[in-house]
């Protein structure tokens, strides 16, 4: 049984204190202290802040935070950091699973498409960020760079860390140095963004795809084919607070995306000593299928700029084989689903 069968009791169930292997124990810290980072960089930053001895160095580390373009050009990788045993603790506590539709060829850049967005994409995190389900191996030669919001690598210490793993942010010219840099560099793009983030609840697969355009315009200007990527079970790691179309709570949460630049779900799972209230993430399988590259039409000569009738042609493409995987998966890894995926936006 999986945690989201929690979700049908109205009482709280306790974790017991005796009778969980240590392995299981040890993945839920995992998850936490993934969970916790992004809150303990700036509690360090502020404890470090009161200690004035301090301040020269504090003073030089946001200097260099304020001109380092590493962001930009594919993080700072230390490939030793993505084989962290804490990865693959935390890759199992749901457990992560990474499929391969096809090879990948070493001598050629791609864009790899990530659906759904999820909450935290968890699923991304695991697969491209670390080799908890051995990346590497099912796709040598293949050097990934998970895109993130930029106002990522404005947090103390946390930028470090997720930079060390190869992530990288998600603006146009990252995409664009990333991919010229060496045959085999490769980026990864969460598509749907914060605003997707906004659909997920378990057994529902809303996408909002619709009017990206932007990641196939940079593949076709680096001539690097496209992989659409479906991650089952992304959506199930959460419940959010009902948030239709229209309402007030919606209202204010696009309000909100429009100001900072990402969204804030309201989201309850399960706890560290319970099973039905907090916000750590249900147990729930997440089987994530790299599908099968398409290539992207060259440009012509003098041409610099992909047409929008060549966007839109692979743009159905892309579609259609995330349709195909999806088709091909759902009842194996989707059974429990509310409905079919859907292109809603």
Known sequence: MSDTDSTKHHHIRWAPIRGIPLERR???????????????????????????????????????IYFDKAPEHG???????????????????????LIKEADLDPSKNYVLGYHPHGIISMGAFSNFATEATGFSKLFPGIKPSLLTLT???????????????????????SCENILSSEPGRSIVIVVGGAAESLNARPG?????????????????????????????????????????KGSKLFAFQKKFQAIVGWTMPLIHARGVFNYDVGIVPFR???????????????????????????????????????????DKYKDEYAADRKQELRIVD
Not at 79 to 91: D, I, Q
Not at 159 to 172: E, K, N, P, T, Y
Not at 217 to 234: D, Y
Request: charged share 20%.
């Open 75 to 97: 993080g700072r990788r230390f490939e030793s950091a993505r084989y962290w045993r804490l990865w693959k603790y935390f890759a199992d506590y749901f457990p992560v699973k």
């Open 284 to 326: 729930h399988q997440v089987a994530t299928v790299v599908g099968k590259p398409i290539p992207v039409p060259p440009l012509e000569e003098g041409q610099t700029e992909p047409t929008q009738e060549q966007l839109l042609a692979v743009q159905k493409l892309y579609i259609d084989e995330l349709q195909r995987i999806f």
């Open 204 to 244: 529902v697969n809303d996408l909002v795809l619709k009017k990206r355009l932007g990641f196939i315009r940079i593949a076709i200007k680096h001539g690097a084919p496209l992989v659409p990527v479906f991650s089952f079970g992304e959506n199930d790691l959460y419940e959010q607070v009902h948030n239709e």
């Open 151 to 173: 106002q990522n690598f404005r947090i103390p210490f946390y930028r470090d860390l997720i930079m060390s793993l190869g992530m990288a942010a998600v603006s146009r010219r």
């Open 26 to 64: 040890l993945q839920t810290a995992a998850v936490c202290a993934w969970i916790m980072l992004f809150f303990g960089s700036w509690l360090l930053f502020i404890y470090l802040l009161t200690h004035v001895v301090l301040w020269p160095v504090i003073i030089a580390y946001v200097t260099f």
